[in-house]
């Protein structure tokens, strides 16, 4: 697959069957729109591309700056890559570009500068300045430029929507199996490892201190889960405390993983870790004794989820 990362550096001459969206989670509701996009194109011997943008556009026309994504833009990259599109341009969402007229965006970037022959997209898609367009228009213009539209049903754009409002919902609740359910992959966390301040190994239990630079990353309610990374080209389970360690009277939250049965050094590297079950809420101990038991009990019941 090949990234753009905006309109202004594309310049394939290849036409395209193109689908339009923000696609957070690429999650399994998402993945019935592009599987008939690449089917689509492979038929028509089109370029399958899917135009994004970031940041996402509430964030820059509502200043929504509390809004919580499923992906890091990177993370989204690596999911559609692997379902095997051909290009993927990620345009940057800016007020300037959301006041480009419905024509503007049809004619000059659509069929002008991506060469499109096929729109996919939903039947309530709106577009242009003020969102004033809609898919009844995009089809007219398509009689004019000599595109066609097919449209997503109301029923398939409802269980997209639904599954977003689901996955967001269970992983609020820490209902990691719902969640990943309707991803249909186990939701990530990516991010650096920085120094914490060693209370992990001083129980016995080392912990890689996760440290995500994106603010609008939704991060699962606190708690205990089961995870797996790929460290140093192995894939090595272990357990992740979200949380304020109420026990040793933490005060900032962090996200610590104890990975078992290795015992390298991570700081400074960047890695990713997928999210298998929870085990418990985070709870406050009466003593670092009782935490030390409480983390052994919590180690055998990974390792017995992770062995069935």
């Known amino acids: 697959m090949v990234t753009v990362q ?3 550096k594309y310049d394939e001459p290849h036409p395209t069957a193109i689908t339009i969206g923000t696609f957070d989670g690429v999650h399994i509701g998402h993945r019935k729109i592009l599987e008939r996009l690449i089917k689509n194109a492979a038929t028509l011997n089109l370029k399958s591309t899917v135009l994004t943008f970031f940041p996402h556009p509430r964030m820059v026309l509502q200043k929504d700056t509390d809004i919580k994504l499923l992906n890091t ?3 989204k990259t690596q999911i559609l890559k692997n379902l095997g599109l051909d290009q993927l341009i990620i345009h ?7 006041r480009l007229t419905a024509t503007e965006f049809v004619r000059d970037i659509l069929v002008n500068d ?5 729109i996919i997209i939903g ?3 709106r577009f242009g300045r003020n969102r004033n367009a809609n898919i009844t228009d995009l089809k007219a213009f398509g009689n004019t430029l000599d595109f066609e539209v097919e449209e997503i049903p109301a029923q398939e754009v409802e269980e997209v929507s639904v599954s977003s409002t689901k996955i967001r919902k269970a992983l609020e609740d820490g209902d990691i199996t719902t969640a990943n359910s309707y991803l249909g992959y186990s939701y990530m966390l990516t991010g650096t490892i920085k120094k914490g301040k060693g209370l992990g190994r001083k129980l016995n239990f080392p912990t890689a201190n996760l440290h995500i630079e994106e603010n609008y990353k939704l991060v699962p309610k606190n708690g205990v889960y089961v995870v797996k990374s790929l460290l140093l080209g192995d894939t090595v389970h272990g357990m992740m405390n979200i949380g304020y360690n109420p026990t040793v009277a933490g005060k900032e939250k962090s996200t610590e993983i104890n990975f078992f049965d290795f015992d390298q050094d991570l700081y400074g590297k960047k890695i990713q870790i997928e999210i298998l079950h929870r085990i418990r809420d985070e709870h406050k101990f009466d003593s670092v004794e009782e935490l030390k038991l409480q983390l052994q009990k919590d180690k055998e019941t990974s390792l017995k989820l992770l062995s069935t």
Request: net charge neutral; proline share 5%.
């Open 6 to 8: 905006s309109l202004s």
């Open 73 to 75: 833009i990177d993370e």
């Open 92 to 98: 940057p969402f800016t007020r300037e570009f959301s």
């Open 114 to 118: 991506l060469k499109t022959k096929k």
């Open 123 to 125: 039947y309530d898609h």
